[in-house]
C-alpha cells in the first residue's frame, strides 16, 4: 500500500455514537496525523489499518510539514479547536510545556525515556577553526529556535560551563539569534553569520549536512544533566478535547507507534527504504534516522505518569533557577504539571498501553 497525503481540511469530523458496534464511545471516522518517519512506516505496513480499524477511524491523513520548517507550527495546529488540523503532535517535552504554558489545550500523552548526550549536540562548521570547544563560544554568536531543544540543551550545557546565554533578561557572555528555520541555522553556520548551533542529527535538515562532513561537535550534553534526564525527553501531546472525547483513538494511535517502533528495529534497511520514498530523503540519510544513538523517532515509552510529571516539574525548577527568560514568568504548578500528563495513557490508566511500571522514581 503507498502512502497518500492530502492538503490539511477540516477531517477530523464530529464523531457519531455506534455503540452496537463500538461501544459507547464515539466514533472518530478520520484523524490527522504528522507525517514523519514512523508514521510513514507504520501506514506502509498496515499498522494504522490494523488498530484504528478496531474503533471505527476508517481513514489516516498524514500531514506534511511546510516547506519552511517553522519549529512549534505543529503544536500550534494540535492546539486549534478540536484538534481539526492536527490531532496528535511530537514535540521535546521542554517546547511541548511552553506551548500549553502559552494556552494551548494540549496534554501529554505519552512521553519518553530519559534521552542521551547524542541527542543534541552543539555543533560548528566542520572548517571553523577557532570552534572546537564550548568554551570557545565565549563572546560568539549562537544561531538555533529559542523554543526548543536547539536552545534548552545549550541553555544547561552553556551555564555549567560558565558562559551563559544573553536574554531578554540578562547579559551574557554568548549572543543567542532566534533561527526557528532549520535550513537557514545551518547556513548560518556554514557561512559564518553565526558560530555555532544545536541540533538533532536525526532531524532531516541537519543528517545530510552532518554525513557530508559540512558539521562538528563541540559539546554534548551531560549524561546527569537536567536536559538528558528531564527536558530533553519526547511527548506526543493530543488536544484535550479530542482526548477526552475519543481516548480509543489516542490509545490505538500509541499501539501502533510501538507496533512501528519495535518492527523498524528488527527491519532496519526496509524501513529506512519506505522512509526514503515517502520522505523523499536518499536512503542512508533514512537508515541515519533509524540507527543512529541520537535519533528520537523510534524511542521507547516512559510508562509511569508519576516519573512523566516529576520529569516537567525537575526542568522547570531547574531552568527558573538559572533565568529562563520566559519561565521566570510565566511557568505551571505542580498542580498544573499533574493534569498536564494525562494519567489515562499511562501504566494502571483506563487507556494505557503500559502492563506494568518496573522502575523506581529518581
Not at 542521551?116 to 554568536?141: F, W
Not at 538555533?144 to 540578562?170: K, M, Q, V
Not at 480509543?248 to 526496509?270: C, G
Request: glycine residues 8%; hydrophobic residues 40%; contains cysteine.
Amino acid at each position: 500500500m503507498s502512502v497518500k497525503t492530502t492538503i490539511i481540511g477540516s477531517l477530523l469530523a464530529v464523531g457519531v455514537f455506534h455503540s452496537a458496534s463500538f461501544g459507547a464511545e464515539a466514533v472518530l471516522p478520520q484523524i490527522n496525523l504528522q507525517k514523519s518517519p514512523w508514521t510513514v512506516v507504520a501506514l506502509e505496513k498496515g499498522f494504522f489499518k490494523e488498530e484504528f480499524d478496531k474503533i471505527g477511524t476508517k481513514k489516516v491523513t498524514l500531514i506534511a510539514q511546510g516547506a519552511a520548517e517553522l519549529l512549534g507550527a505543529e503544536s500550534a495546529a494540535v492546539g486549534s479547536s478540536g484538534g481539526d488540523r492536527l490531532a496528535i503532535a511530537q514535540r521535546m517535552v521542554y517546547p511541548s510545556t511552553i506551548h500549553r504554558i502559552n494556552g494551548l489545550n494540549t496534554v501529554v500523552i505519552w512521553i519518553s525515556e530519559p534521552s542521551n548526550r547524542y541527542r543534541t549536540p552543539i555543533l560548528a562548521a566542520a572548517d571553523n577553526k577557532k570552534i572546537n570547544t564550548i568554551k570557545d563560544l565565549d563572546g560568539k554568536k549562537f544561531g538555533s529556535s529559542r523554543i526548543s531543544c536547539y536552545w534548552s540543551s545549550p541553555f544547561e550545557s552553556l551555564n555549567e560551563a560558565g558562559i551563559p546565554f544573553d536574554s531578554r533578561l540578562t547579559k551574557g557572555r554568548v549572543r543567542h539569534e532566534n533561527i526557528d528555520n532549520s535550513n537557514l541555522a545551518i547556513q548560518s553556520v556554514i557561512t559564518g553569520a553565526t558560530d555555532a548551533t544545536a541540533a538533532h542529527l536525526a532531524a532531516p535538515a541537519f543528517t545530510a549536512a552532518w554525513l557530508s562532513g559540512k558539521l562538528k561537535v563541540v559539546d554534548r550534553p551531560a549524561d546527569e544533566g537536567v536536559y538528558v534526564n528531564y527536558a530533553g525527553r519526547v511527548t506526543y501531546v493530543a488536544n484535550k478535547t479530542l482526548a477526552d472525547k475519543y481516548p480509543s483513538v489516542i490509545k490505538a494511535f500509541l499501539a501502533v507507534r510501538e507496533k512501528t517502533r519495535e518492527w523498524a528495529t528488527d527491519h532496519p534497511n526496509e524501513a529506512a527504504a519506505i522512509i526514503a520514498k515517502e520522505l523523499r530523503v536518499p536512503t542512508d540519510v533514512a537508515l541515519f534516522q533509524i540507527t543512529h544513538l541520537g535519533q528520537w523517532e523510534f524511542m521507547g515509552g516512559e510508562p509511569s505518569a508519576d516519573r512523566a510529571r516529576l520529569a516537567i516539574k525537575e526542568f522547570l525548577r531547574y531552568y527558573i533557577a538559572n533565568g529562563d527568560d520566559i519561565l521566570t514568568q510565566k511557568s505551571l504548578t505542580d498542580k498544573e504539571v499533574d493534569e498536564f500528563i494525562d494519567g489515562r495513557f499511562f501504566a494502571g490508566g483506563s487507556h494505557s498501553i503500559y502492563k506494568s511500571v518496573t522502575k523506581s522514581l529518581k
